[in-house]
């Protein structure tokens, strides 16, 4: 028993929250403010107990793996979750069902913590379900917007066919392999046409949840159309349990066909870097364009993937975990502007510096830091997964990426150039509230810190 | 016409479920055919599930515990979706797709 | 021989320019001219000192160059390094003697001259710089230490000429100088470049040696047909004759007196314009080892310039651009002699020594030029006549001057155009002719000159209280004046010869004859045209005609100058350039980046909105790289 | 001397302009860019005194920590006489850049915050031997001048800006294409980014060849390599003053200076094979930007323009490869830099004063600010390659390297370069005629001369621009052991 705590001590800190917050749903329930406070507290010991006293070892028979690379993992994944419960504060606490809220994505996170600990197909799938169908029902939580009800429509029809396709996909894994277990998966996996079909089925799921190109279409509508929050989670939260599930199960069960999905990789990386910049230049909803630059940064995370070693690995967790800094910062500053100014067009952010210089450089920072400018982290997150991609050798494809990361610089720097612009007409200050300020204090420490420090890449490092 | 069914045959069976399944789902206009064609695609997976189980590994029962979750998880998606789907019929008066394209671009 | 001395000769004008410059007006307010003119009295002792040390020393057998000092002030890797140094030689001797006394003279003259100019102290510094650069370059022991105070002659020239600034015509006189000059250094840099990669070296004597040596011109490369020694030395050459006005780079010259006259004297006597002569005589030692066409362009170009330029002068009608021309034509002079080599070097001797003369005296015309403009208020003949009574004094001296440009016996120039032309009779006859005419040509607009401005018609400007000028420009013109008459009688040849030794020229009375006969006959005619106001000059010039408009037209060569810079280098290559920078290479970048708006326009349509396309491009996805992948991997 | 002090200082300049209120910010600006300057000038003492007692280590005051050691990488740093001197330059324009902005109103915390970042760049871009973090410098020196553009430039600012930071972007990312090539292709046991290591144990031919054009033309975007160019006159005349005095000053040096250490040195080899592609561009960048100097009308294009063809040189001279051209343009990276950068802070001054850039709406200027247009002469004329000035010692040195190298190639390419002096006499003349001389215009009425910041910054450059001129030898020395080392590389080879 204590085995099994010990190794799920982050799965069973939220379920814990999960269950309190029933257990408060159930009784008088509580003011908003005073609930955020204890979520957020609670959120803060989760953040924690992931990080610190992790250990290795398998439960259910092996079907729950949990090492000190998965803990930091789940660590970045709370993480984020905790900043999302500080910069969207006043979303939350606008909201009428702020505890069916938190229990929806404390499960979504839950079903992340399970994706990354496991380590075979059902396990998988169902924290997949679990880690998607919550968050669908979130993009409607906005329960008066017709934007919110069509986000949510669009993820949840989207996913549902997704996660069919993949299902066949693993129902086909399974037939040629008869197991479920990636241990056993991985001797049996050829590079015979079916099973190269099996896997490209089961990798379109991962692609869905990524939006990769061409299976992206879902993302900017359903950011544009959910609560900030639920965007904000989509786009950290989420990205990142699946990109480090991705890494490890293509490593682990895919890596005799690993010559096969380097090409995979490389060329959907390239797709997604184009494409995602393409749109991204075009946008002027604040929330869209978050969207596509996430999705030309997923582009950017699979040029790491590519690298297929240990330090792909390692450049890729460290990347996300910039990412959620980085992400966090923008998401934030935008949930403010929406709730406070309701500014949704980036048109509208031209004198943002006047209005509220935090905000501004909070948000000019993580801009910054997407788009990989020094001495922000973000550089040295694009800069390790450039260096885990040239390993293989395949410097066109390195510079492709490195030509993308220009046009990316473009708008990234259009929307900063907008922020210090002085404003047509008086504006109203803005105020930002404290915990904002500090959740947003928190990203614009780690866009500092995380990169120039290099002991947390030490860090990671030592973990693999 | 006394053919024992075999493996090859609920394959069949299970791929042309699959492929209903997706042709319903970008053809029908009703959000609630759109999500029975999901269903058929869950169950064109079953049935692959079941007869590999049956047919190639009968040794575990792997393929079955499969299929007894994605049953479950199916009706929570369905429940899921159809909430969604009843609160875009609240706010856009009509469950068909067509009216959910204010988002583009 | 004291080398703090020699130092201090260039440095004593560098101060001066310094303390005015920086302290300017506040310091010392209209006192500066007198600061100036002290360090500048300094220097001229100082020079005089070493002139007479260096000539008085007797114990060697002949004159031979010494470096007094030197300093490595910039080494390159190649071994080649600039050293700044003095090198003292008897021409170095000779023309810090001169600069130093035509310069001191123009900063007596302009106390009085310049007094309550507005810029009075910052005139006065750029006279120090000016006479600073000059003296830098006349000691420099480098040939690129020669180059350094040659650029810095160019500029301070340009900051005086350009002296009236706010007048536009000031301006282009600046600007043009310093161009024309500068188009003529790139030849000078490109031949240094060349001797200094022969040689190994950029001191002078040891590039001498090196490029004299037996060892070199064995190995000596060629270019297109010429040795590579010659080519450096005529790249120089085209510098000298830019800085030296030699056809067809003359163009500057007489736009540059748009600076205030006493400049123009001290551009013209002793720093700018010599600066070229001064160079092909420092190089003297390896011009008369070069190819036999490197000599005949120095000679025949120095020739036609002197022609042509007196031919000019003959029309021109400002009394400072007369002088100018003639400045031209005598420099002409000096040039061809120089380039004209003959067993004893008598050209080289001849050609300093006219340096030597025509220093004294064409500072006198342009000074004395000055005080006329000064009384006039004019620049132009016509407004002049009749000035003989008016301006006792500078009527004399002018006259002087007049007569030794001529070669008038026993008048300096004489002397030293004397040399020349035996030198030219000697060695190169086409030549002397050619100068024979160019004395009675002279001698014509110097008359016509003379004439126009003293005698003519009546004066008829009622200026009775109006003085002919202070003291302090009559006294620097008397002394000129004593110099102009004087300094002929200089045993020139003892002391300065291309070998170091003592030379003896003797003058030929028979002759002279020749010369002096056209000289006069060139006075005579000026008389017969201008000594009473006639119509004589327009029929004679209508009598030439054509040729008459060209010459006053200076021949077109600004109009064809202008042309190429004009036509050429501006909307030839400029205008091109620039548009194909904003037109080509700009459209370029622009394209990228339109080209990437289009293409995210292009791809628009794939977000439809429509949750079904969405699925489809789902399945497309699918089956494309499921597709992909059986064509490309599935054999493996 | 711990070096870590240099790029300590901006760093904590600009925290403390970020913590303190926005009035003080240009007195710490100031304070901060004084000590740098001290720092710098203390770091030439100390180094010279260790040359004097006979340190004869190619780096000197070398310190190396870790720094994500698990990739390579090191924070290795040190000091060779290129670098004194090009972070001597950097002082000087960082003063005169502080002063020149002082009386800025606009934002001036974060003006101020970006050109101590800017400097914090430069400096740690000269003082590192390791290629990651060269390059991290390199790019931390990007973005601010992009945001200088965009927030305080003028004209058609946003334009200039993009092209700006997406070009120099182009040139890194051409760069780290390179770096990350060179490093992969190393077998795994010698895979370093540390330059000595790398230079040491020397880089095959065959990674040379195609890493040496990309690790070069993305340096050599910084330093305007045609036909890479068109972002410096655009970029440069949308900037703010001091922007414009960074951009040109360093910024473009730290191209050159790249070219030099990150490319010419480990890369001999490649620099060998492509060494008359590169006299080849020179050539035409100095000409045909001199040519197109000429033509233009705004006095900030001018210099912009200018700045093309004299960057020519500092490519030029790399291109020769031998030890008097690559000291040559090692000269004319400081040359240029401390003369541009007086060149845009008078165009800056007098553009305040009569509202105008362009020549032909100004004359006679001289007249009202004698000592703001007397420095620009001095300006002019260092552009020139007036003797007694740093230009002439930087172009000389290139032409005297240049003319070493004995076939018609180099020496026609010598003669090209040489033209130029020419041309550039015209340009500057006309413009710098026109804006001084000639009759006083309209809005010339009434105007004030400089003010005492605007003359302690001229002040501080003129003197740079003099020291240099007048006493080559000092520069020479300071910079021609590092040189030899560059060069030695070819020797070896």
């Not at chain 3, 101060?15 to 100036?36: C, E, N, V, Y």
């Not at chain 4, 931390?140 to 200088?148: E, G, S, W």
Request: hydrophobic share 55%; proline share 3%; aromatic share 14%.
């Amino acid at each position: 028993m204590f085995e099994y705590l010990h190794l799920m001590k982050s799965e069973a800190m939220v379920l814990l929250i999960i269950f309190i917050l029933l257990f408060i749903k159930l009784g008088k329930g509580l003011p908003n403010d005073t609930l955020l406070s204890v979520v957020q507290l609670l959120l803060l010991c989760t953040v924690v107990v992931s990080f610190g006293f992790n250990d290795t070892g398998r439960i259910f028979n092996g079907m729950f793996l949990h090492n000190t690379l998965v803990g930091f993992q789940k660590g970045i994944l709370a993480l984020a979750v905790y900043i999302i419960s500080l910069v969207c504060s006043n979303w939350f606490r606008q909201t009428e069902h702020l505890a069916e809220v938190f229990v929806l994505m404390l499960s979504a996170l839950l079903g992340m913590f399970l994706l990354i600990s496991a380590d075979n197909l059902l396990m998988f799938y169902l924290s997949l379900e679990l880690s998607s169908i919550p968050v669908a029902a979130l993009a409607n939580f906005d329960l008066n917007r017709r934007k919110s009800s069509e986000a949510a429509m669009k993820m949840i029809m989207n996913s549902a066919l997704a996660s069919g396709i993949m299902l066949f996909g693993i129902s086909l894994i399974y037939g040629l392999t008869g197991s479920l277990d990636f241990a056993q998966i991985w001797g049996q996996v050829k590079t015979e046409p079916i099973h190269m079909m099996a896997f490209v089925f089961f990798f379109a799921a991962f692609a869905f949840k990524l939006s990769v190109v061409p299976f992206h279409l879902w993302t900017a509508d359903v950011y544009e159309g959910a609560p900030v929050p639920v965007t904000a989670f989509l786009s950290a939260v989420s990205k990142g349990a699946v990109t480090f599930a991705m890494v490890n199960v293509l490593a682990k069960v895919f890596a005799n066909l690993s010559g096969s999905w380097y090409v995979l990789v490389v060329g959907l990386s390239v797709v997604t870097m184009l494409v995602g910049n393409l749109f991204a230049i075009r946008q002027d909803n604040i929330l869209r364009f978050l969207a596509f630059s996430s999705i030309a940064q997923v582009g950017f995370i699979l040029v790491g993937v590519s690298g297929q070693n240990d330090q792909a690995t390692v450049a890729t967790t460290y990347f996300i975990l910039v990412y959620v800094f980085s992400n966090l910062a923008a998401f934030g500053v935008a949930a403010v502007l929406l709730s406070e100014a309701g500014i949704t067009r980036i048109e509208q952010l031209k004198g943002l510096y006047t209005r509220s210089p935090f905000l501004a450089w909070a948000l000019s920072l993580g801009l910054f830091s997407l788009a990989g400018v020094p001495p922000a982290a973000g550089f040295f997150g694009k800069m390790f997964l450039l260096m885990a991609g040239a390993s293989k050798g395949n410097y066109v494809f390195i510079g492709i990426a490195t030509l993308n990361m220009i046009i990316s610089l473009y708008y990234y720097l259009r929307v900063v150039r907008l922020i210090f612009t002085s404003a047509d007409k008086d504006v109203a200050s803005l105020q930002v509230s404290r915990p904002v300020m500090f959740g947003l204090g928190i990203c614009i420490a780690g866009i500092i810190f995380t990169g120039v420090i290099s002991w947390i890449y030490d860090h990671i490092q030592s973990l693999v | 016409m006394n053919v024992e069914p075999g493996l090859f045959h609920f394959l069949v069976i299970g791929a042309v479920l699959f492929f209903i399944g997706i042709y319903g789902f970008l053809t029908r206009r009703n959000l609630i055919t759109m999500l029975m064609s999901v269903e058929l695609i869950l169950n064109s997976v079953n049935i692959n599930f079941i007869a590999f189980n049956k047919y190639l590994w009968p040794g575990t029962l792997d393929g079955s515990f499969f299929t007894v979750f994605i049953i479950a998880i199916a009706a929570a998606e369905a429940a899921v979706a159809i909430a969604i789907i009843i609160n875009l019929f609240r706010s856009h008066q009509s469950i068909n797709v067509e009216v959910a394209e204010e988002m583009k671009y | 021989m004291n080398t703090t001395n020699i130092i201090l000769i260039p440095l004593l004008p560098l101060l001066s320019f310094i303390l005015l410059g920086l302290g300017g007006k506040r310091l010392f307010g209209d006192k500066a001219g007198w600061i100036a003119s002290l360090a500048m009295l300094i220097s001229f002792v100082l020079a005089c000192g070493v002139a007479m040390n260096y000539f008085g020393d007797h114990s060697a057998d002949a004159y031979v160059g010494k470096v007094v000092f030197s300093f490595p002030w910039l080494p390159f890797g190649n071994g080649l390094k600039i050293n700044m140094g003095a090198l003292v030689d008897p021409i170095t001797s000779l023309m810090l003697f001169v600069v130093t006394f035509i310069s001191l003279m123009v900063h007596i003259f302009s106390l009085a001259y310049m007094k309550g100019e507005e810029r009075f102290h910052i005139y006065y510094a750029f006279l120090g710089l000016f006479t600073f650069s000059m003296l830098g370059l006349v000691i420099s022991s480098n040939l690129f230490q020669i180059y350094i105070f040659w650029e810095l002659v160019g500029v301070s020239s340009f900051l005086l000429i350009g002296f009236y600034y706010q007048k536009n015509a000031a301006l282009a006189a600046a600007k043009k100088a310093f161009i024309v000059t500068r188009f003529a250094d790139l030849g000078f840099l490109i031949g240094i470049l060349v001797l200094s990669a022969e040689a190994n070296t950029l001191d002078f004597q040891q590039l001498m040696i090196n490029l004299s040596s037996p060892e070199y011109t064995s190995a000596a490369g060629e270019f297109m047909g010429i040795s590579v020694l010659s080519w450096g030395l005529a790249l120089v050459f085209i510098g000298a004759a830019g800085k030296s006005a030699m056809f067809p780079l003359h163009i500057w010259l007489p736009d540059a007196m748009e600076g205030p006259t006493p400049v123009s004297a001290l551009i013209h006597a002793a720093t700018m314009v010599v600066a070229g002569v001064f160079l092909v005589a420092r190089l003297y030692p390896l011009y008369s080892i070069a190819e036999v066409g490197v000599q005949s362009l120095i000679s025949s170009i120095g020739a036609f310039t002197a022609i042509f330029a007196a031919l000019i002068a003959c029309t021109q009608t400002d009394i400072k651009r007369v002088l100018a021309y003639s400045t031209v034509s005598q420099i002409g002079f000096m040039m061809f002699s120089l380039g004209i080599m003959s067993e004893d070097h008598l050209g080289y001797t001849a050609s300093m020594f006219h340096l030597f003369t025509h220093a004294i005296f064409k500072a006198l015309l342009f000074l004395a030029a000055g005080v006329i403009i000064h009384y006039v208020h004019s620049n132009e003949m016509q407004d002049m006549g009749g000035l003989a009574k008016k301006m006792p004094v500078t009527h004399i001296v002018f006259l002087l001057a007049c007569l030794a440009i001529a070669g008038i016996p026993p008048f300096a120039g004489f002397f030293s155009k004397e040399e020349i032309l035996l030198n030219a009779w000697n060695n190169n006859r086409p030549i002397f002719f050619i100068a024979l005419l160019t004395s009675g040509l002279t001698a014509f607009y110097m008359f016509r000159l003379y004439f126009s401005i003293f005698w003519n018609k009546p004066h008829h400007e009622q200026g009775h209280g109006k003085k002919e000028g202070s003291w302090f420009e009559l006294i620097p013109l008397m002394i000129l004046g004593v110099g102009t008459v004087l300094a002929g009688f200089v045993p020139f040849g003892e002391y300065v010869s291309a070998d170091g030794k003592p030379h003896h020229a003797p003058i030929d009375l028979q002759f002279s004859l020749g010369p002096v006969g056209i000289a006069l006959l060139g006075i005579l005619l000026a008389a017969w045209m201008y000594f009473k106001a006639s119509s004589k000059p327009e029929k004679t010039a209508a009598g030439f005609g054509v040729f008459y408009k060209a010459a006053k037209h200076k021949f077109y060569i600004d109009e064809i100058w202008l042309g190429f810079t004009k036509g050429v280098l501006f909307n030839l290559i400029g205008r091109p350039a620039a548009w194909f920078d904003r037109n080509v290479i700009d459209t370029l970048v622009k394209g990228a980046g339109s080209a990437t708006q289009s293409a995210a326009e292009g791809i628009k349509g794939m977000q439809s909105g429509k949750v079904q396309q969405y699925g489809l491009y789902f399945l497309f996805g699918i089956i494309i790289i499921v597709s992909v992948f059986l064509f490309t991997q599935g054999g493996r | 001397m711990n070096l870590l002090w240099i790029v300590g200082v901006p760093l904590l300049t600009g925290l403390a302009i970020v913590l303190a209120p926005a009035r003080h910010a240009r007195m710490i600006a100031l304070g901060g860019a004084i000590l740098q300057m001290a720092l710098v000038i203390g770091l030439y003492f100390s180094f010279t005194h260790e040359r004097e007692v006979g340190n004869v280590f190619p780096l000197l005051f070398e310190k190396q920590y870790q720094w994500f050691p698990s990739l390579g990488f090191s924070l290795h740093i040190g000091v060779d006489g290129i670098s004194v001197a090009m972070m001597m330059l950097t002082a000087f324009v960082v003063v005169a850049g502080v002063l020149v902005s002082w009386k800025m109103e606009h934002m001036k915390k974060e003006f101020f915050f970006f050109l101590t970042l800017l400097a914090f760049g430069a400096y740690g871009f000269f003082m590192s031997m390791d290629l990651m973090v060269l390059f991290f410098f390199l790019e931390v020196a990007v973005i601010p001048k992009y945001l200088f553009i965009s927030i305080w430039g003028s004209g058609n600012k946003t334009y200039s800006a993009n092209k700006l930071a997406l070009m120099l972007m182009g040139g890194s990312a051409l760069i780290l294409v390179g770096i990350l090539g060179l490093y992969f292709s190393l077998p795994p046991e010698s895979r370093t980014f540390d330059m000595v290591k790398l230079a040491e144990t020397g880089i095959g031919f065959e990674i040379q060849r195609w890493v040496f054009p990309l690790v070069f033309v993305g340096f050599g975007v910084f330093t305007a390599l045609f036909p890479f160019h068109t972002w410096v006159p655009d970029g440069h005349s949308s900037a703010p003053t001091a922007g414009s005095m960074f951009l040109a000053g360093i910024s473009m040096k730290l191209g050159g200076y790249g070219c030099l250490r990150a490319a010419t040195y480990l890369m001999p080899e490649g620099a060998h094979e492509y060494a008359n592609i590169i006299i080849v561009l020179a050539s035409i960048a100095i000409i045909y930007g001199a040519f197109a100097t000429m033509m233009q009308k705004d006095l900030k294009y001018i210099n912009a323009y200018s700045s093309i063809s004299h960057c020519g040189f500092v490519l030029l001279g790399i291109g020769m490869l031998t030890k008097t051209a690559i000291t040559g343009a090692v000269f004319q990276m400081v040359s240029h830099g401390l003369m541009t950068a007086l060149f845009f802070a008078i165009i800056g001054m007098v553009y305040e004063r009569t509202h105008t850039r362009l020549v032909a709406q100004m004359g006679g200027l001289l007249k009202v600010m004698p000592f703001i247009i007397s420095a620009m002469f001095i300006a002019g004329f260092c552009s020139l390659g007036l003797p007694g000035l740093s230009g002439f010692v930087a172009e000389m040195t290139v032409f005297v390297g240049s003319w070493e190298t004995k076939d018609v190639f180099h020496r026609t390419a010598t003669v090209i370069g040489a033209m130029s002096i020419v041309v550039t006499a015209v340009y500057i003349l006309r413009a710098v005629g026109q804006v001084a001389m000639g009759p006083l215009v309209a809005s010339g009425e009434g105007v004030d001369d400089a003010r005492w910041y605007e003359r302690w910054s001229v002040i501080i450059l003129i003197a740079g621009i003099l020291v240099m001129g007048l006493a080559p030898f000092w520069l020479y020395e300071l910079v021609s052991p590092g040189v030899e080392i560059i060069v030695n590389q070819f020797a070896g080879k």
